[in-house]
């Protein structure tokens, strides 16, 4: 299951307050568009219906052999046996998290400058989220912008896969993938789009054909 993550190119987070149809049809599209990761993330719907939620995206992503990550919520993952969590600097710490979920869970950590991805890595998580690199209104806490050239100087510092998000959208996509990511997140940039598969389309083949150059 780990081993997926080096497959990661688009990494797909569900936002219910921007989508235009709903999260449940914004996963089948990423699907269909060949998304290879799923990250819910829900922060005003009570705990059994993101449980009830969840259930249904994992079916979706088991069935398509997509990983399906919960962000935040441990206990979410323990609920419907998701493949994984991804936590900020405020939710719970990771040693917690990995002595609840065990090995084989997908534990991945957002950093936002070289000393947190270097210690990341070090005490064991699976993937780190670079954030942010622009300038980014869907996450109202996410720091001040760390440009590109933290992810030429963190592709330097850690051999764990990580991915890119803040801000990106299809005009400074080339910029995050010449600078040597190889993951992106893109929330508003897609979801709040009349046609979220076709533009995850866009941004995979652009993340795909960068990265062979």
């Not at 089948?28 to 059994?48: D, H, L, P």
């Not at 993938?177 to 940039?189: L, N, Q, T, V």
Request: hydrophobic share 40%; net charge positive; aromatic share 4%.
């Amino acid at each position: 299951m780990k081993e997926k993550l080096e497959d990661m190119d688009l990494y797909f987070i569900t936002d219910s307050n921007l989508t235009k149809k709903t999260i449940l049809e914004d996963v089948k599209s990423a699907i269909r568009a060949g998304v290879k990761i799923i990250q819910y993330r829900e922060k005003g719907e009570s705990t059994g219906d993101m449980i009830k939620e969840a259930k249904e995206i994992g079916e979706l992503c088991k069935k398509n052999n997509v990983l399906f990550i919960i962000n935040d919520r441990v206990d979410i993952v323990l609920a419907v046996d998701a493949d994984g969590v991804h936590l900020g600097n405020k939710d719970m710490t990771y040693s917690i998290a990995r002595k609840i979920l065990g090995s084989k869970k997908i534990i991945g950590l957002t950093v936002h400058n070289i000393r947190e991805a270097v210690e990341a890595e070090r005490i064991g998580a699976d993937y780190v989220g670079v954030s942010p690199i622009f300038e980014t209104k869907t996450k109202l806490d996410a720091g001040r912008p760390a440009g590109l050239k933290l992810i030429k100087d963190i592709k330097k510092a850690i051999k764990i896969p990580f991915v890119a998000i803040g801000g990106i959208n299809e005009n400074n996509l080339g910029s995050v993938i010449e600078a040597g990511a190889r993951s992106i997140a893109a929330i508003s940039a897609i979801v709040t789009k009349d046609n979220v598969e076709k533009e995850c389309k866009k941004f995979r083949e652009v993340i795909i054909n960068d990265s062979i150059k």
